[in-house]
């Protein structure tokens, strides 16, 4: 779709099954759009991107919010690099390719800094935030949006469901929110929740001055 073909590959169908097996249909299609997306930013900015690699990574994004990792009390970004990287791996994928797939996914709500760390990072995340918050939609055709939203549909009240699809997954884990998108999340879900305030820590901290 667009121009963008759809991996099919051993490693994206293991990993389209896993998103299939694991993620609510919200993050499931979240994360297809995601990847269709991160390939028309890498196409755009002329970075070169293994697509395989960029489909697997969009596929693991958000696993660390689902049911297996009910009790981690990590941030979900981490879990999620770590599935992606437990996979790879059972997979002989070489190490160096491995880690860049870990930080693309462990960096991918982070802001700017994907930008800096490799191409499959930036590709990742900027497809992030075209999916999420319309940025450089505008560059896309009429018809290329179209065409994308009827084979990955957004479905009704999209926005809503996935800010509740995260709260879901990291509402057992409010300390790992800290410095993240998901303290923004937990903030508007939770009348409970209050987030640790950096100036705080270090005026609180016990030290005399």
């Known amino acids: 779709m667009s121009g963008i073909a759809i991996p099919e590959g051993n490693l994206a169908c293991g990993a389209r099954e896993t998103a299939e097996i694991l993620l609510p249909d ?8 995601v990847f ?22 969009a596929m693991f994004m958000n696993v660390g919010l689902t049911g297996a990792y009910a009790f981690s009390q990590r941030r979900y970004e981490l879990d999620s690099a770590s599935a992606a990287r437990q996979f790879l791996v059972s997979h002989r994928v070489a190490d160096a390719t491995v880690l860049e797939v870990w930080y693309a996914v462990a960096l991918h709500t982070t802001s ?14 900027a497809g992030v935030r075209t999916d999420l918050f319309g ?20 479905g009704k009240q999209f926005k809503e469901r996935f800010i509740e699809a995260i709260s879901h997954g990291v509402a057992h884990r409010p300390a790992s929110t800290f410095g993240t ?16 305030n950096y100036c705080g820590l270090i005026l609180g901290a016990k030290w005399k001055d």
Do not use: W
């Not at 919200?26 to 759009?33: E, I, M, T």
């Not at 269709?36 to 990574?57: C, P």
């Not at 800094?113 to 590709?123: C, E, M, V, Y």
């Not at 450089?136 to 957004?154: D, G, Q, T, V, Y």
């Open 135 to 154: 940025d450089k939609a505008a560059n896309l055709s009429r018809e290329s949006k179209a065409e994308i939203l009827k084979e990955l549909p957004r």
């Open 36 to 57: 269709v997306f991160a390939a028309l930013a890498a196409q755009q900015k002329a970075l070169v991107v293994d697509a395989e690699l960029l489909y697997v990574a």
């Open 26 to 33: 919200v993050l499931n299609l979240h994360a297809q759009r």
């Open 181 to 196: 998108v998901s303290a923004d999340v937990l903030e508007r879900a939770d009348p409970d929740y209050r987030r640790l």
């Open 112 to 125: 700017e800094i994907p930008d800096h760390a490799s191409p499959l990072a930036a590709s990742l995340a």
